[in-house]
Structure formats: C-alpha cells, structure tokens
C-alpha cells in the first residue's frame, strides 16, 4: 500500500471514529465565573449506577495545590448513563488559604460505600506540609462523611516534608475486598496503601516502585497486582506487578504504551478485558486514545483516539449499561467532557 495513501487512511478512520462520539461538557470555567480553571477529573459507578464526575474547582489560578490557596472539590451526578447530569454541588470547600486538592474514589462493591480521597494543605500554617484525607458516602453520593485525616496510616513518619500526595482518579478494590490505592513520594518514590478491612483501619507497604509518579492499581486473573505508573521524560510507561502482595516488585518498561509524562486511567472491564486511556503522544499532550487488552496488560492490540486535540487527565467507568465513560480535559485545561462508548466501538477498529 502507497505510504501517503496509508496515512490518510488511517487518518480517516480516526477522524471518522471521532465524529460517532458526542463530547458533553461538564465542567468549564468562563469570563462570568470567579473560578480560572476546572482540573484532575475522577469518574465513578456506584453499584446502583448512578455516576459521579468529581473535579478540582480552582478558583485563584490554574496552579496545582503546592502553589494555589483556593482549591475546591466538587462534583456533578448522572442517573442515566450519562445523558443528563445534575447541577455543581461543591463537596469540599475550605477557608482561603487551605486548598484540596486531587480528587480519586474507590466504590466498595461489598458495603456499597464510597470513598473520596482528595490531598490537603493549609498554606498559611503548614506551607509545603501536605495532609492526605477521604470523605465517604454511603448513598450513592448524596451526602457525604466530614472529612477524616489519614495522613499517619498511609505514609511513613519521615515523610512529615515531603512532596506527597495520593494518586488522583480512582483506586481499586480486589476480588478479596481490598481497598487499594497508591500515594506518590517524589523524594522515596511511589507506594501502595490500603484497608483491609473497609476504611475502618489503612495500612501502607513500604516497599516503593520505581520508576513511578502517578500510578494506578489493579488485580490481575492470578491474583497478582499490577500497578502502571506515569515516568516523566521517557516518552513511554511503566508497568510494575507483584504476586506477594507488594513485598516485591517486578518493573518493566511499557515502550508500546507512550505517554508525555501524563496521568492516565486503567480499569477492568470483564474477567477477559482491561481498558486503558492515555495520551498517545511521546512529547505533547494531545490525542487522548482508549486502548483494550485481552492478556491483562501484557499487550494493547485495540486502540481508538477519544480525541486527537489538546488533552490531559482522564478518568474511566464502566456505566449501568455496559458502555464505557471517560471524563477527560480537554484543549489546553479550559473545559472537561464526558463521552461514552460501547466496547465493540474499540474492537470493530
């Protein structure tokens, strides 16, 4: 096949599988609002169905919570797979001076809960001192718990200075009720944390992962964990997996999975399938792509771009209906979309 024509091709294809999808806006920030900037989406499925986008409000600038004393948390809601949607509800809303920051939830299968993890700092007490904290509901995010510090259970003592904080997007409970998470220490690298025991009690295994920044978390078929974690300046991926539980790890890189240096989303979709979103790009974020995997993680051979534009974080949940949802921000951080799709519109590509 001619090369210039293979690549026009392709290039239709991927502006054709585009059009089929319809970009809904959910968060944007506009002249008329006080807020600079809606950034770092989480999506969730409650067992009931009802689908929860949560988000960073930041209101002072755009900047991260290191360097921004107005962060809020808060969240729309869909009872219908994501046709219709609620209006803001503002979950956590703090003084000026102390921000939250990070949004990630975890939906326990079992006791029906959800768990809202977000990062904490008060910047007039504890400038560069970062808390980690969650708040929880128990019906279907009506109403959420106050929230609760769980900064000593989840990191080491020594850590009290270091730049830290808990993964945003969401965690992962396995087959056995673990809830499972993983915290980024930039100075001692990145960790998994967890509970046993439903939220009651957490715990974290101090054997780090390396390379990592932002990772997520899942359970394999055989029971094993695999973590996948973002590397800054690498142009690809790593993958870590462990089969006793965090004692050990073995890290390889994921050179068929590139990225710029992004947050990305990883979840299961049946006992055969795990879906993955990134930005499909070595240097520039931009083309947000949704990729499938029939051997739990060890290839990608199904890919379709979501959006081949300016695109960061994105968030994946499966819907009451089967389809897939990803909440996603979109060109240059200035709004955040919800699009939905079924699982044969990746693997008809």
């Known amino acids: 096949m001619n090369k210039f024509f293979y690549l026009f091709l392709l290039s239709f294809l991927q502006l054709n599988s585009q059009e089929k999808l ?14 600079s900037c809606f950034r770092i989406p989480s999506l969730a499925t409650t067992n009931s169905g009802v689908l929860l986008a949560v988000i960073d409000e930041r209101v002072e600038s755009c900047s991260d919570l290191r ?39 975890i939906v326990d299968k079992i006791t ?30 009506k109403t959420w718990t106050k929230p609760k510090d769980i900064t000593d259970e989840i990191t080491d003592p020594n850590w009290n200075k270091d730049f830290m904080f808990i993964t945003s997007g969401k965690g992962y409970q396995s ?36 390379p990592g920044d932002e990772s997520k978390i899942i359970e394999l078929r055989n029971k094993n964990w695999m973590v996948n974690s973002r590397v800054n300046g690498l142009g690809h991926r790593y993958s870590h997996i462990t089969n006793n539980k965090g004692k050990t ?17 990883l979840i299961r979709y049946n006992e055969d399938i795990l879906l993955f979103s990134n930005i499909s790009n070595r240097k520039k974020r931009e083309n947000l792509t949704i990729k ?25 949940s499966i819907l009451k209906n089967g389809e897939i949802g990803v909440l996603f921000e979109m060109d240059n951080y200035k709004k955040n979309v919800f699009v939905k799709f079924p699982i044969d519109w990746i693997e008809d590509f």
């Not at 319809?22 to 008329?32: D, E, M, R």
């Not at 056995?176 to 025991?197: A, C, E, M, P």
């Not at 790890?249 to 947050?263: F, H, R, T």
């Open 292 to 316: 499938l995997s029939y051997d739990e993680g060890m290839s990608w051979p199904k890919h379709k771009t979501i959006y081949s534009g300016s695109a960061a974080y994105s968030s994946l």
């Open 22 to 35: 319809v970009y809904n806006t959910l968060f944007q920030s506009s002249s008329q609002s006080n807020v």
């Open 175 to 210: 087959s056995d009720g673990q809830l499972l998470h993983t915290i980024v220490n930039l100075d001692s690298g990145t960790h998994v944390f967890g509970s046993k025991n439903h939220g009651k009690t957490w715990f974290l295994i101090k054997n780090p992962i390396s």
């Open 67 to 105: 360097d921004n004393q107005d962060i809020n948390i808060v969240m729309k809601m869909s009872w219908d797979n994501g046709k219709k949607w609620s209006d803001e509800k503002r979950l956590i809303d703090y003084p000026f001076g102390e921000s939250a920051s990070d949004p990630s939830m």
């Open 112 to 141: 029906n809960e959800i768990f809202l993890f977000f990062n904490y700092m008060n910047h007039k007490k504890n400038k560069n001192i970062y808390k980690l904290k969650y708040i929880k509901s128990k019906n279907d995010g």
């Open 249 to 265: 790890w073995i890290s390889k890189a994921s050179e068929d999975l590139i990225d710029p240096g992004c947050n990305a989303s």
